[in-house]
Structure formats: structure tokens, C-alpha cells
């Protein structure tokens, strides 16, 4: 089974409007951590948001924030008021435990989100 | 402060030939990560060290790949003999669990192509 699901392959916005990048995720362990990354055309992947599983309130930085749902095992980004810039690939990704040294992530297939003027 | 360093960025090569990348992490990380992107399988973890230990080489396709940490500044994944599937863009990454939320900090990767 898939760990982590980025069930939207591409997704077109008009600037300035908010967007959503969905994410669900699989696992049994209690402990784990939710991170967003952006790839732009560059390559380079940069990292943009965390969400552990014990915060209890959803992770914020800036324009990004994460609509956690643990419940569900959701962990959506949400950009709010879309720039051009905000053209990449977006990669949800887990890491499972707290074990010492145990800090490898599994990341999804990917968003491809284009800003359109 | 420097980032990530991957070396060579890019590189062509026959296939047979073997490939060497090489991967310099921010200073004081103890932990490095190699990740293969493909098309078709997204990223991949092939191979992970803590403490230039290797904790999970399971990710590692077969035994024409290798990877080896001698000391905590340096890093090395080698392919040999190089095959045309292998190409790829090949990412090192390093962390530090003691800071922040222990995120992954990439290099710009290196960009495989076998002939």
C-alpha cells in the first residue's frame, strides 16, 4: 500500500486565489512527522512546512499552511493568495517514528500546480 | 552557509561505464540521505547513513550500486557497470534531528544520463 497519496497529478489556479494540494497518508505508528516540499523547474527541492502528529493545532508558515485532519490521515496544503512563483511540483512526505536515527521520508508522486496570470 | 554540495551536476556516459556521484553535506548534519527521481517512480530513498553508519541500504536497486560515507563531510554513490534504466537525477540529502522538526536539506541533485 501507498504511503503517502497525492491523488492530483496537475492542478491550474488563477493567481491570487487560494489553493489546495491534497495528501493522505498510511501508517500504524503513533509517531510521525508530515512534511511539505517544492520543486521548481530548477530542481532543487525546498522545504516548506512541517506538521507533527501531536501538534494539536494545524502548522502555519507564512502563505502555506497545513489542514491537518488525523483522523482522516489528511494532511492538505494550502497556499493562500497564489503568486506566479508558486509554479513547481509540490511533494508531500512522512517520516515514521522517533527512532534515533530513524529520520528517513517517504514522499508521494507529486502535484504539478500551475499559476495561471 | 553552505548548503548541500552534489557533485558532478550533470554527467553522460555509456553504458558499462562506471558512474561516480559525489555528495558533501552541511556541516554538523549527522544524517545523509541518497534519493533517485525518475518519471516513473517519483523519489526514491536508495540509501540512508547516520553517523556515516549505514542504517537502510534496502532502497538500493542491485549490486551495481554502492554507496559509501568514510567520514562526515563526504559521501560517494557508485554505479558500475552504468546501465541506461539507471538514468536519473540523483539527490543527496542531509539533517540534523536535533534541529528543527529534522527536515531534509537537498543538494541540487545530479542529473544521469547512460547512453
Known amino acids: 500500500a501507498q504511503k503517502i497519496t497525492q491523488t492530483q497529478p496537475g492542478m491550474f489556479v488563477q493567481e491570487k486565489e487560494a489553493v489546495t494540494l491534497d495528501c493522505t497518508y498510511d501508517t500504524s505508528d503513533p509517531s510521525y512527522g508530515l512534511f511539505w516540499y517544492k520543486q521548481p523547474s530548477s530542481g532543487e527541492m525546498i522545504f516548506l512546512i512541517y506538521q507533527g502528529s501531536y501538534d494539536q493545532q494545524n502548522a502555519t508558515e507564512g502563505r502555506y499552511s497545513l489542514n491537518f485532519q488525523k483522523a482522516r490521515k489528511s494532511a492538505n496544503l494550502v497556499i493562500s493568495a497564489s503568486q506566479l512563483g508558486d509554479s513547481a511540483m509540490y511533494f508531500c512526505?512522512?517520516?515514521?517514528?522517533?527512532?534515533?536515527?530513524?529520520?528517513?521520508?517517504?514522499f508521494g508522486t507529486g502535484t504539478r500546480l500551475t499559476i495561471i496570470p | 552557509d553552505a548548503g548541500v554540495i552534489q557533485s558532478p551536476r550533470h554527467e553522460v556516459t555509456e553504458m558499462g561505464q562506471e558512474v561516480t556521484l559525489r555528495c558533501k553535506p552541511i556541516?554538523?548534519?549527522?544524517?545523509l540521505f541518497w534519493y533517485r527521481q525518475t518519471m516513473m517512480r517519483g523519489l526514491e530513498l536508495l540509501i540512508y547513513f547516520n553517523n556515516n553508519v549505514p542504517i537502510d541500504d534496502s532502497g538500493m536497486p542491485e549490486d551495481r550500486f554502492s554507496a559509501k560515507m568514510p567520514n562526515a563531510s563526504f559521501s560517494t554513490l557508485k554505479i558500475q557497470p552504468s546501465e541506461p534504466r539507471d538514468s536519473a537525477v540523483y539527490f543527496c540529502a542531509s539533517s540534523l534531528e536535533t534541529s528543527g522538526h529534522g527536515e531534509l536539506f537537498f543538494g541540487e541533485g545530479s542529473r544521469l544520463t547512460v547512453l
Open positions: 512526505a512522512m517520516r515514521e517514528g522517533t527512532n534515533f536515527g530513524n529520520e528517513k521520508l517517504t
Open positions: 556541516s554538523g548534519h549527522n544524517s
